[in-house]
């Protein structure tokens, strides 16, 4: 009888211990795992976005040289946008600094679009309403990838700073992700005043 007893507790000690060991081991592993997902969904959404400005900077080529010819006290707007666009696809920036040429392109193709409206002729150019209305297109394309990538970073955020996610992310070193925001430049109306034009 004393043996039965021993072996109970035994098989019970056991079974406690697995426990003991095994819950926090399973609840670290769906824990982690939700983590990698939330991560790889904004990723996946970055990589979107990504796309759509590819599309956007192949596009800027075109638009420039299509409106130089009309615009000849813009220069310095066209220089801009090259030289943006050139660092934009250099391949040599990190997301955050992919966020704040994107910015500064968008900023500088807002006024570059608001100058059109000093021009007439280049606003009936065939060749400029068919770039115009592609990238009236890809900007509401970027507008729905950022919206998107916005969740998934609301999302991860929230699992990063919420315990018992935060336990897990803080150990795992992953921190939060950036959102795209306006900037101030987009927050504002541009001016469309170019000074004298002799």
């Given at each position: 009888m004393l043996g039965e007893l021993l072996g109970t507790l035994m098989v019970g000690g056991v079974l406690v211990v697995g426990a003991v060991v095994l819950v926090p081991l399973l609840v670290?592993?769906?824990?982690?795992?939700?983590?990698?997902?939330?991560?790889?969904?904004?990723?996946?959404?970055?990589?979107?976005?990504?796309?759509?400005?590819?599309?956007?900077?192949?596009?800027?080529?075109?638009?420039?040289?299509t409106v130089q010819g009309y615009m000849e006290h813009e220069r310095?707007?066209?220089?801009?946008?090259t030289e943006?666009?050139?660092?934009?696809?250099?391949?040599?920036?990190?997301?955050?600094?992919?966020?704040?040429?994107?910015?500064?392109?968008?900023?500088?193709?807002?006024s570059i679009?608001?100058?059109?409206e000093n021009y007439p002729?280049?606003?009936?150019?065939?060749?400029?309403?068919?770039?115009?209305?592609?990238?009236?297109?890809?900007?509401?394309?970027i507008s729905a990838a950022r919206r998107a990538y916005n969740a998934s970073v609301l999302e991860?955020?929230?699992?990063?700073?919420?315990?018992?996610t935060s336990i897990v992310a803080s150990i795992l070193r992953y921190p939060r992700k950036t959102f795209f925001e306006a900037s101030e430049a987009e927050k504002s109306m541009p001016k469309a005043g170019f000074g004298d034009r002799r």
């Open positions: 670290f592993a769906l824990i982690y795992n939700n983590l990698v997902s939330k991560r790889n969904r904004v990723e996946n959404a970055f990589a979107t976005v990504d796309v759509m400005l590819k599309k956007r900077y192949d596009l800027i080529p075109n638009l420039v040289s310095a707007v066209f220089k801009e946008v943006l666009r050139a660092k934009a696809v250099s391949g040599n920036l990190s997301s955050n600094e992919k966020v704040e040429v994107d910015n500064q392109i968008t900023a500088a193709l807002r679009m608001v100058s059109v002729e280049l606003k009936a150019n065939e060749n400029f309403l068919n770039l115009q209305t592609t990238l009236t297109e890809l900007e509401e394309q991860y955020n929230n699992a990063v700073e919420m315990l018992p």
